[in-house]
C-alpha cells in the first residue's frame, strides 16, 4: 500500500459546482497537512496547512482531516474556471525532515 | 518580493553532458529541496539540504549532484550518468527542515535531451 493515494482524475465539473478532492494516507503518525496547487508549467503553490484533525476554511476552499479514517479532503466553493489545475495533497509526521506528496489530482472547470 | 528563482526555464542536454540548474531563494529558509516530476509519478525528492555545507541524497539521487555553499543557493547538476533526465524539476524550501514547515516551490527548469 502506498503511503498516500490520490485519485489522478481528470474531474471535470460545470462552473459554479463544489469540487471535493481526497486523499488517503496509510501512516497513522502524520501529523500536518497541506494542500497545493499547480498550474501547467507552474511549481506547486501552497493553498491549505493544517494541523492533526479538524477543519480549516480560507474563502472558496475547506480544508479537512479525519484521522480516524485517515482520510483528507479539500472543498471548493462556487468553482471558477481559474480553479482548473491539478492539486496535490502532502503530508509529514513530527519529527520528519521530508514531507510526502500524492501524485495529484487533475481538475477541470468546465464554463 | 520574497521567492524562489530557478533557472533557465528551459534547459537542453546533449549526450554526454553535465548541466547545471540554478536554484535560488530570498525567503532566509534553512532547508532546500530539488524534487523530479514525470507525467502520472508525482514529485520525487533528488536531494535536500538541511544547512549550509551539508545536502541528504533523496530517494533517485543517482546521476545527480548538489552543493549548497550559500544558505540562498542550492545548484543541482544533471550528470551524464544520469540515463533519462527529461523530466520537469522542482527547487523547493522551508523554513527549517522539519515536517511542520510547508515547502515552497519555484517554477521549475524543464530539461530535455537533444
Known amino acids: 500500500q502506498k503511503e498516500v493515494e490520490q485519485d489522478p482524475g481528470p474531474l471535470s465539473v460545470p462552473e459554479g459546482a463544489i469540487v471535493s478532492l481526497n486523499c488517503t494516507y496509510s501512516?497513522?503518525?502524520?501529523?500536518?497537512f497541506m494542500w497545493y496547487r499547480q498550474y501547467s508549467r507552474k511549481g506547486p503553490e501552497l493553498l491549505m496547512y493544517?494541523?492533526?484533525?479538524g477543519n480549516k476554511e480560507d474563502g472558496r476552499f475547506t480544508a479537512q482531516v479525519d484521522k480516524s479514517s485517515k482520510y483528507i479532503s479539500l472543498f471548493i466553493r462556487d468553482s471558477q474556471p481559474s480553479d482548473s489545475a491539478t492539486y496535490l495533497c502532502?503530508?509529514?509526521?513530527?519529527?520528519?525532515?521530508?514531507?510526502?506528496f500524492g501524485k495529484g489530482t487533475r481538475l477541470h472547470i468546465l464554463p | 518580493d520574497g521567492g524562489i528563482t530557478q533557472s533557465p526555464k528551459y534547459l537542453f542536454r546533449k549526450e554526454g553532458q553535465n548541466v547545471t540548474l540554478s536554484c535560488e531563494q530570498n525567503?532566509?529558509?534553512?532547508?532546500m529541496y530539488w524534487y523530479r516530476q514525470d507525467p502520472g509519478q508525482g514529485l520525487r525528492l533528488i536531494y535536500y539540504s538541511q544547512i549550509v555545507n551539508d545536502f541528504q541524497k533523496g530517494d533517485i539521487a543517482e546521476g545527480y549532484s548538489v552543493s549548497r555553499e550559500k544558505k540562498e543557493s542550492f545548484p543541482l547538476t544533471v550528470t551524464s550518468a544520469q540515463k533519462n533526465p527529461t523530466a520537469f524539476y522542482l527547487c523547493?524550501?522551508?523554513?527549517?527542515?522539519?515536517?511542520?514547515?510547508?515547502?515552497?516551490f519555484g517554477d521549475g527548469t524543464r530539461l530535455s535531451i537533444l
Open positions: 523547493a524550501s522551508s523554513k527549517t527542515p522539519r515536517g511542520n514547515q510547508p515547502q515552497h
Open positions: 502532502a503530508m509529514s509526521a513530527v519529527g520528519d525532515d521530508k514531507i510526502i
Open positions: 525567503l532566509n529558509h534553512d532547508a
Open positions: 493544517t494541523y492533526s484533525s
Open positions: 501512516n497513522s503518525a502524520f501529523q500536518y
